[in-house]
């Protein structure tokens, strides 16, 4: 039988898109994503039957993204401390049992009830799965793998809400039936993921001084910042918002809205796929500087559009601006950080992100209170060019 050191040696001559591996990531990626993605198309629909303002849809994420923000470190610190494994098959199973139960709930606080218990669920996966691919990959292969990891995650923002609209047109409550997909791929998880796992326990105080210590870093800090950011923009004025832009403006049903949503992904899987090619020629931090440009245009351009099927043009500048932006911010921090502490640095980053997540579809919410729908992407617009500035500052000593 092949030693596992010539395994590891025959793994890395293989593309990393046929990897076991890489494949069970995505996996979980697809799972992470699924808890927003492939609902949202169902929220006008929600609204009217539960007799909801849609004001308080954004809820139904803050609720679902909450835990994200609040067990980010903790996460970290269990995973670099007790293995990934551990973390995220109960994660999957907590995910697939409390998001299907979301299906049967007549009662918007009891339906926000098991969003939290689902969030509690969802907490680990993004951060893990990053914290997974700088496990396993280095160097170049770490960021094509990042690349290809954005692109697949962005397969499921494309086709779940396809799949959510056309689920809806049935019942609001379709689409949340979707997570019990996550079980099973806990116990594939369980059973086939082969990964370095951590080595023994380490003293606590090493990872809360370890934590001191990044959020002092300015680099580390403005690319939790950006990482917050594009949360902002996704979840508050993109997947919680433009379908209400959608459904008020032009009357559109669910099975649009889920195809609109999807085309923003289109261009994600493009650009990241191209990661790599454009990593040679560009900094990091110059593609995340562009990011937010893409960004600031695409939200400026929704509120002047007169026609539905021209929304196809700031949601294709979106996604390109997603496509380079978030996968670079992951490849930064897997480069900077030691790798005893991989998965605590990437679970804070997951916890600005869920901030980001949280915080995105309440901020745009007091924003469509004040002014309307339109408000919320003028909002988004200014939010990108100060964003920018922040992070330009955050990274302006030392290019990373």
């Known amino acids: 039988m092949n030693s596992p050191e010539d395994n590891s040696q025959f793994e890395r001559q293989r593309p990393i898109y046929l990897e076991l591996n890489f494949q069970i990531i995505c996996a979980v990626v697809l799972i992470a994503v699924l808890g927003v993605s492939s609902v949202t198309p169902a929220f006008p629909k929600l609204a009217k039957e539960l007799n909801i303002n849609p004001k308080n849809l954004g809820l139904l994420i803050t609720a679902f993204t909450l835990p994200s923000l609040i067990l980010g470190p903790i996460i970290g610190i269990l995973a670099d401390r007790l293995g990934r494994k551990r973390i995220i098959v109960p994660s999957l199973f907590l995910f697939g049992i409390a998001g299907t139960a979301c299906a049967f709930a007549r009662d918007f606080n009891l339906l926000l009830w098991l969003r939290l218990l689902q969030g509690i669920g969802a907490a680990s996966l993004l951060s893990l799965s990053i914290t997974l691919i700088g496990d396993l990959y280095t160097g170049d292969r770490r960021i ?43 116990l594939l998880v369980l059973f086939a993921l082969k990964n370095p796992e951590p ?19 300015r680099q580390l800090f403005g ?52 990661l ?18 893409f960004y600031a245009l695409a939200m400026l351009i929704v509120p002047f559009v007169s026609n539905i099927w021209l929304l196809l043009i700031p949601s294709t500048i979106f996604g390109i601006g997603l496509g380079i932006g978030f996968p670079t911010i992951q490849t930064l921090l897997a480069d900077l950080a030691p790798k005893e502490y991989l998965a605590t640095i990437i679970s804070v980053n997951g916890t600005f992100y869920g901030l980001g997540q949280t915080l995105g579809p309440l901020l745009m919410g007091y924003a469509f209170g004040f002014g309307g729908i339109n408000s919320v992407f003028y909002a988004a617009t200014g939010f990108a060019v100060l964003v920018f500035c922040v992070f330009r500052y955050c990274t302006c000593v030392k290019e990373v």
Do not use: C, H
């Open 144 to 186: 094509t793998a990042m690349g290809y990891n954005a692109s697949i995650s962005s397969v499921g923002t494309a086709s779940y809400p396809i799949i959510g609209g056309l689920l809806a047109t049935m019942g609001w409550y379709y689409p949340f039936m979707l997570p019990i997909l996550a079980i099973p791929l806990g």
């Open 199 to 217: 080595k023994g326990e380490r003293n606590l105080q090493q990872y809360l001084s370890n934590a001191v210590k990044v959020l002092k870093n």
């Open 223 to 274: 690319l939790f910042i950006a990482s917050a950011a594009n949360f902002v923009f996704l979840y508050g004025a993109y997947v919680t918002y433009l379908p209400q832009l959608i459904n008020d403006t032009f009357k559109a049903p669910p099975t649009i809205i889920g195809l609109l949503l999807s085309s923003v992904s289109i261009a994600i899987t493009i650009t990241a796929s191209q």
């Open 276 to 293: 790599g090619r454009l990593a040679r020629r560009f900094t990091g931090t110059s593609l995340i500087s562009a990011s937010y440009v």
